[in-house]
């Protein structure tokens, strides 16, 4: 159990997570295609919870994505599919699509119970998980029902264990406070680290933010295809964005080269071998890089070559 612990940002509650012996692990995504690269982070901590001897569902979120302006149902079933291609390739996990729970009432019974015990300020504080701003959500009033919603699956599906982003933090935190309001089993919550844009976050607009909306704001998006590396790209294409990409020396906080190696790459497909030197954890690579034994160019080089591979065979 501590060693599924590793590369996650934060455990709500560590003690809770230890105290289980299995169970069902969840994480539910909006259907996308294609996917980048952010996405192989929750989708290897999910294969290793099931290793672990978890149950492991993850529920294809077609009437969420149809919510968030992202297609029609039928398109989403169908990025569905293809996204499901890839994460066999990760771990055999059970599947359940959004718009199959939303026939039961018994599904509906539970998003009103939880708006029930909702306010609205606190719905409007959640909204950051769809990855909009405020300003947006107050023009269509269904993306208000998007957190309620998330909630609802959660209890609906009988959650142990709900996994997702830093982004997903606030949606994770209002499943607790309802289910202890409505008698229900608190689902732990392990939030795994997110990919900041190839771009960074430049002069970060209001520091005041809390930390889970500043990776809402920053992280790779399909939305901003230069701000990711997907799925479908090629060695070449990769390499051409790694090399143009936000990479400081010395500097590891919201470097995207510098987590692709910490958060994928050497956990996940390591050691990784970087300007002559082998990495097989990420506290290393860190402290040399702060140093300046690794430099920015050297990390680029070995990060476009590994993470090319590792596309290849998820492909």
């Known amino acids: 159990m501590e060693r599924l612990l590793r590369n996650v940002e934060e455990v709500v509650t560590k003690e809770e997570f230890l105290s289980l012996r299995g169970g069902l692990a969840y994480l539910g995504f909006e259907p996308l295609w294609p996917i980048h690269v952010g996405w192989l982070v929750w989708a290897y901590k999910l294969a290793e919870l099931r290793e672990a001897g978890f149950d492991v569902v993850v529920l294809v979120a077609t009437w969420h994505a149809w919510i968030n302006d992202k297609g029609a149902l039928e398109e ?17 996990f059970k599947y359940v699509y959004g ?12 998003v009103v119970k939880t708006a029930k015990e909702t306010s609205l300020a606190r719905v409007r504080r959640a909204t950051p998980v769809m990855g909009r701003r405020m300003e947006e959500v107050e023009l269509d009033f269904s993306k208000l029902l998007y957190p309620i919603m998330q909630v609802a699956d959660i209890f609906y599906l009988g959650v142990d264990v709900a996994v997702g982003g830093m982004d997903q933090r606030r949606a994770h935190m209002l499943a607790r406070d309802v289910a202890e309001k409505l008698g229900f089993k608190k689902p732990v919550a392990i939030h795994t680290p997110i990919i900041t844009s ?7 607009e209001g520091t005041h933010r809390e930390l889970d909306e500043v990776y809402a704001m920053y992280k790779m998006s ?3 295809p230069q701000s990711a590396i997907f799925i479908t790209d090629s060695e070449e294409e990769v390499r051409r964005k790694i090399w143009a990409a936000y990479c400081p020396p010395r500097e590891t906080k919201f470097n995207p080269v510098f987590e692709i190696a910490t958060y994928l790459l050497i956990p996940y497909g390591g050691p990784l071998e970087v300007g002559g030197r082998r990495y097989e954890d990420a506290g290393a690579l860190e402290r040399d890089y702060k140093e300046g034994v690794v430099t920015p160019q050297a990390l680029k080089e070995a990060v476009a070559t590994a993470l090319a591979a590792m596309l290849t065979k998820l492909r």
């Open 198 to 204: 190839l771009s960074g976050t430049g002069r970060m």
């Open 76 to 92: 989403l079933r169908s990025h569905g599919e293809k996204v499901k291609a890839v994460l066999d390739k990760i771990g055999k």
């Open 222 to 224: 399909k939305s901003k």
């Open 99 to 110: 718009d199959e729970i939303a026939r039961d009432p018994r599904y509906w019974e539970l």
